[in-house]
């Protein structure tokens, strides 16, 4: 990939910021969901439940495909996923895993594959390969800073986890 070099950076260093994020948390407040939103677990599981999308659209792209593939709005894939149950090293190291398949997927790409073209299924307009990265940074900051918030550093973010759930069940409908 070389006509994006700064967006495959930042998608590359996703995981280690989740990383950093969620060090040396209690358990208890990793879990914690109040008012039917999401955990910190939930937060941070979702970005992996959506890789295999991100994944896919780009394999859309590169099949020539007119409209890629749908989003599930309702994020059905991380409430039956009960990151909550799971250890916070078992999230963190499948998120590191699926992400950097996603950026092997990404770094080989031409500069003319970049630029191909399809249809978003709800935006209802064209996107390219690169607007659908932006769209996954885009995402996944999203849920990193819902996860800084309910860790209670959102000082500097300027919003409250108020503010950010409940969620979550659709919350992530800008970037997908
Ligand atoms: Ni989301």
């Not at 260093?13 to 040396?24: I, K, S």
């Not at 879990?31 to 394999?59: C, K, M, P, T, V």
């Amino acid at each position: 990939m070389n006509a994006q070099p700064d967006l495959v950076e930042r998608l590359r260093g996703t995981p280690l910021r989740l990383e950093e994020r969620v060090a040396g948390l209690p358990l208890e407040q990793v879990r914690r969901r109040s008012g039917g939103s999401w955990s910190i677990a939930d937060h941070a599981g979702h970005l992996s439940d959506l890789e295999s999308l991100w994944s896919g659209r780009i394999e859309d792209f590169l099949g020539g495909v007119r409209t890629l593939r749908p989003a599930d709005l309702e994020n059905r894939a991380t409430w039956a996923a009960n990151h909550n149950a799971r250890s916070l090293e078992d999230i963190v190291s499948e998120f590191r895993q699926l992400q950097r398949d996603f950026v092997a997927q990404l770094e080989p790409l031409s500069d003319a594959q970049l630029q191909l073209t399809a249809h978003h299924p709800r935006l209802e307009q064209p996107m390219t390969v690169v607007d659908l990265c932006f769209f996954v940074a885009e995402h996944d900051d999203h849920h990193l800073a819902a996860i800084t918030s309910l860790r209670g550093g959102s000082a500097l973010l300027g919003t409250s986890s108020a503010e950010i759930g409940p969620p979550t069940r659709r919350c992530c409908v800008p970037w997908v």
